[in-house]
Antibody, heavy 122, light 110 residues
Framework: EVQLVESGGGLVQAGGSLRLSCAAS????????MTWVRRAPGKGLEWVAN????????YYVDSVKGRFTISRDNAKNSLYLQMNSLRAEDTAVYYC???????????????WGQGTLVTVSS | QSVLTQPPSMSAAPGQKVTISCSGS????????VSWYQQLPGTAPKLLIY???KRPSGIPDRFSGSKSGTSATLGITGLQTGDEADYYC???????????FGGGTKLTVL
């Protein structure tokens, strides 16, 4: 059974840092693109970043470029999101998601974790 | 302001059909595949449609997708109360080199 379990969320002051983790199981982690998506309170989904299978290519939404870093450890079946210089507007539930194998394009993520809440106090 | 435009809310009666639109541009919908996601209250998003019109295994054929030019549509037939959720379109934007979602459509089945 495919499982994605996020951790590392919590309350942090503006300007602080957090590292989110996503533990994957039930599939060959190293064969899939992985993505972070967030949903702020009262708002819609926002795509944050994704990373290629071997970590060679990474993409970010403009609002987090230079502050967030996506990474992965295929030996540990884990995905990470290092978040620095946090702002109040980064407050959201953060989800990790697995890219659908063989998806020809677009953003198609077929399995999602339950999310971890990040709250940035100003 | 989302890159992709969806109606904020829609409503329909049980058993009816609804279509949710998603409008973009040549750098996103016009140049890439569209996916649709359902997010029930308090749960993680769920992939309903990918590559414009394909359904992952386990998604009933009440859900359908289409794309034309720079717009896409999600259709839901035989509406059920359990379909009350937020629906999002998503795609890749080649100008931004990033994924983008629509603002979401809150569907009420009454």
């Amino acid at each position: 059974e495919v499982q994605l379990v996020e951790s590392g969320g919590g309350l942090v002051q503006a300007g602080g840092s957090l590292r989110l983790s996503c533990a994957a199981s039930g599939f060959t982690f190293s064969s899939y693109w992985m993505t972070w998506v967030r949903r702020a309170p009262g708002k819609g989904l926002e795509w944050v970043a994704n990373i290629e299978q071997d970590g060679s290519n990474k993409y970010y939404v403009d609002s987090v470029k230079g502050r967030f870093t996506i990474s992965r450890d295929n030996a540990k079946n884990s995905l990470y999101l290092q978040m620095n210089s946090l702002r109040a507007e980064d407050t959201a539930v953060y989800y990790c998601a697995r890219g659908l194998f063989g998806c020809a394009g677009g953003i198609c993520d077929d399995y999602w974790g339950q999310g971890t809440l990040v709250t940035v106090s100003s | 302001q989302s890159v992709l435009t969806q109606p904020p809310s829609m409503s329909a009666a049980p058993g009816q059909k609804v279509t949710i639109s998603c409008s973009g541009s040549s750098s996103n919908i016009g140049n890439s595949y569209v996916s649709w996601y359902q997010q029930l209250p308090g749960t993680a998003p769920k992939l309903l449609i990918y590559e414009n019109d394909k359904r992952p295994s386990g998604i009933p054929d009440r859900f359908s997708g289409s794309k034309s030019g720079t717009s896409a549509t999600l259709g839901i037939t035989g509406l059920q109360t359990g379909d009350e959720a937020d629906y999002y379109c998503g795609t890749w934007d080649s100008s931004l080199s990033a994924g983008v979602f629509g603002g979401g459509t809150k569907l009420t089945v009454l």
